[in-house]
C-alpha cells in the first residue's frame, strides 16, 4: 500500500506457487513472482548497477525455478502491475533464457493462463503502523442555521436531486443538491430513520478510522456532507464486473482500497479493544439477528408468493422445511438453520467474544474512494455510513464485509453475470443443489486481504489478549447467513436467491477458522463432492 509520497509498504512474499486448473480443466503448476519481487527484479534502480543486479537476479530465479520445479513458465509470472514497462518483462525473459528456461504464455492445451493474483497461505503480517496518517473529518463549516436556510432555498428552486447514488444502499434517501453557499456549493444530503445512531457513530469512528464524514443534522431532519468526489469501492467492482470499467485501471484501485481496509480494520479493533464496558443492544445485530428473528415476516414480505425451484413453484413454507442438499452434502431445513442462527446471534451469547469499535457495515458500498489522487499521490479514502457502527462484537464486525466483498457478483447476480455453475431440482421434500466455482478471481484475491491481512491477525493478536477467537467463529457463520439470505430481493431472479442460500447454508455451519477457510477453498474452487 501507498502510505506517502513514493513510500509503499509491500504485504508480500517473494513467489507464489499453486495447483489450479486451466478453463478445460486441465491442472498445472502456477509459480509466479510477488510484487516485491516483481520490483527488485524489474527496478529501475539496478540498471547500471550491473553487479549488483545480477546477484539479485540471480538469487531470485533460483527461487523461482525451484519453487517451479522446473515446469513451463509462464511470461505473465512477472511484472503483472500495469506500470511495469514490456521492456523490463523483455529483460526478464532473457534473464530466464540465461539460466536455461523456456518461458511461455500459454498452458499446454492453448489456452492463455492470463494474469491471476497469487497469495500464498502464510498469514503473518499486522502493520501496527505509526506512519498511518493523521484522522481528518470531513464536515460542513457552516452554522446549521445557514444550512437550514439553504436547504429551504435549494427545495424551491431547480436544484434538488432526488435521484439515489447507489445500488447497494438500502434504508436510506440521499443524493447531491447544490445550496447557494460559497465554499462548499454542492452537498451531499439523506434522510435515513437512524440519524441519532448515524451522527453518534461517525463521532466515534472518527477517532478509529483515518477519514471519515461528520453529518450535521438540519431542523428538519436531513443529514448533510460536504460532496466527496468519488465512488464506491463496490461501485469500481460493478463497473468492472459488468465490463464498463477496463481491469488494468480498476483492479489495482479496488485492491488497494482492500488493502487499506485490511490495515484500517484491525487497527481500530486494536486500538478500542478494551475500551468499552458491554454492548446491550448492538446497532450492528439489527440487520442480522432482527432479520433472522423476523424469518417469518422478512421472508414472507419478500416473497409473498412463494419460490420458485427450477420451474416449480413452492410456498414459502414448503421451502422452510425442505432438507437440503449442497454439493452432495445434505443439511437441515432452513427453518431449523434459522433456529440456530438466532441462538448464535443472540446479544448475550456474541458479546462473551470481544467487543471492539467497528463500522459494522463497511462492505465495499461504504467505502469511497476519490476519484483524483491527494497531494501524496494515492487516492484517499473515505470511510461513511455510520448507523450500525458502535463498541460490537468483532466477529459480527467481520460478516458484512466477508460476505458481501467476497460473494460480490453472487450477491448482485440478480443484474450481474455470476462465476460458476449451478444446477437446483426439487425432489422427494428436498431442495437439490450444486455449485461449482462460485468466486470469481477478484472475490478470491479480497478474501486472500481480508484473511491474511485482517482475519488471521486480529485471531493472533486476541491470542496475545488470550482469547479464542475461534469459539466465536459461529456468531460469524450465522451473520453470513443473514447476509445471504436478507441483503437483496430476489423476487423473480430465482437462481441468484439459490446460489447465495447454498453458500450462506455452507457457511453458517462453520466452527473455526480453520474450518472456515476450507470451505472458502471449497467454494473456490468446487469439485463436486459426492
Ligand atoms: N459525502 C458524500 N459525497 C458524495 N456521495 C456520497 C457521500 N456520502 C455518501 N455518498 C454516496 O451516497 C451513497 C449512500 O450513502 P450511505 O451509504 O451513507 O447511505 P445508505 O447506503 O443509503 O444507507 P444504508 O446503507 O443504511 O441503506 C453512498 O454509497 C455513496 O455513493
Ligand atoms: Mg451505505
Known amino acids: ?231 464506491t469501492q463496490a461501485d469500481w467492482r460493478y463497473g468492472y464486473c459488468s465490463g464498463e470499467i477496463d481491469g488494468s485501471i480498476a483492479i489495482p484501485v479496488i485492491l488497494d482500497a482492500e488493502l487499506r481496509k485490511a490495515e484500517d480494520a484491525p487497527a481500530a479493533y486494536v486500538a478500542s479493544y478494551g475500551k468499552s464496558s458491554g454492548c446491550d443492544r448492538p446497532l450492528v445485530n439489527r440487520p442480522l439477528y432482527d432479520r433472522v428473528a423476523m424469518e417469518g415476516t422478512r421472508l414472507a414480505e419478500m416473497y409473498p408468493g412463494g419460490i420458485d425451484v427450477q420451474d416449480q413453484r413452492l410456498a414459502l413454507h414448503q421451502i422452510m422445511s425442505a432438507s437440503l442438499s449442497i454439493n452432495g452434502r445434505s443439511y437441515l431445513s432452513l427453518r431449523s438453520i434459522l433456529s440456530h442462527s438466532l441462538a448464535r446471534l443472540d446479544t448475550q451469547h456474541c458479546a462473551m467474544g470481544p467487543i471492539v469499535f467497528g463500522l459494522g457495515d463497511a462492505h465495499g458500498g461504504n467505502i469511497m474512494i476519490a476519484d483524483e489522487l491527494n497531494g501524496r499521490s494515492y487516492r484517499d479514502l473515505l470511510y461513511i455510513d455510520y448507523e450500525v457502527s458502535g463498541f460490537h462484537p468483532l466477529l459480527l464486525d467481520l460478516a458484512k464485509p466477508l460476505y458481501n466483498d467476497v460473494f460480490f457478483s453472487t450477491l448482485m447476480g440478480d443484474s450481474l453475470a455470476m462465476p460458476g455453475t449451478f444446477t437446483c431440482i426439487y425432489r422427494d421434500g428436498a431442495v437439490i443443489m450444486t455449485l461449482d466455482r462460485c468466486i470469481d478471481d477478484l472475490g478470491e484475491a479480497i478474501l486472500e486481504i481480508k484473511k491474511r491481512h485482517l482475519i488471521e491477525p486480529i485471531r493472533a493478536y486476541m491470542t496475545t489478549e488470550e482469547v479464542a477467537l475461534d469459539e466465536f467463529v459461529p456468531c460469524l457463520a450465522h451473520a453470513s447467513l443473514a447476509c445471504a439470505l436478507f441483503t437483496r430481493d430476489y423476487t423473480g431472479h430465482w437462481e441468484t436467491l439459490w446460489r447465495n442460500v447454498c453458500i450462506g447454508v455452507v457457511l453458517s455451519q462453520v466452527k473455526d477458522f480453520d474450518g472456515l477457510w476450507e470451505e472458502f477453498d471449497g467454494l473456490v474452487r468446487t469439485r463436486h463432492r459426492h
Open 1 to 231: 500500500m501507498m502510505l506517502d509520497r513514493d513510500v509503499s509498504v509491500l504485504y508480500d512474499d517473494w513467489i507464489y506457487h499453486e495447483t489450479t486448473h486451466c478453463t478445460h480443466g486441465n491442472e498445472f503448476q502456477k509459480t509466479a513472482f510477488g510484487v516485491t519481487a516483481d520490483m527488485l527484479m524489474t527496478g529501475l534502480w539496478y540498471y547500471g548497477a550491473e553487479a549488483a543486479r545480477r546477484d539479485i537476479v540471480q538469487r531470485l530465479l533460483n527461487c523461482y525455478l525451484k519453487a517451479s520445479a522446473n515446469r513451463p513458465m509462464l511470461i505473465t509470472c512477472f511484472a503483472r502491475h500495469g506500470d511495469f514497462k514490456a521492456w523490463y518483462t523483455e529483460r526478464l525473459s532473457l534473464d530466464l533464457g540465461l539460466v536455461g528456461s523456456q518461458t511461455s504464455d500459454e498452458l499446454l492445451c492453448g489456452c492463455s493462463a492470463g494474469p491471476r493474483f497469487l497469495f500464498n497461505k502464510a498469514c503473518s503480517t499486522m502493520i501496527k503502523s505509526q506512519i498511518s496518517e493523521q484522522h481528518r473529518v470531513l464536515a460542513l463549516q457552516y452554522p446549521i442555521d445557514d444550512l437550514d436556510n439553504a436547504l429551504e432555498r435549494a427545495k424551491h428552486g431547480h436544484v434538488w436531486d432526488p435521484a439515489s447514488l447507489s445500488r447497494f444502499s438500502s434504508d436510506s434517501t440521499h443524493g447531491l443538491l447544490t445550496l447557494d453557499l460559497e465554499a462548499t456549493p454542492r452537498v451531499f444530503w439523506k434522510q435515513s430513520k437512524y440519524n441519532v445512531a448515524e451522527v453518534q457513530g461517525s463521532m466515534l469512528a472518527a477517532d478509529y478510522f483515518p477519514l471519515t464524514q461528520r453529518p450535521l443534522v438540519t431542523s428538519s431532519g436531513y443529514l448533510l456532507c460536504p460532496e466527496f468526489l468519488g465512488k
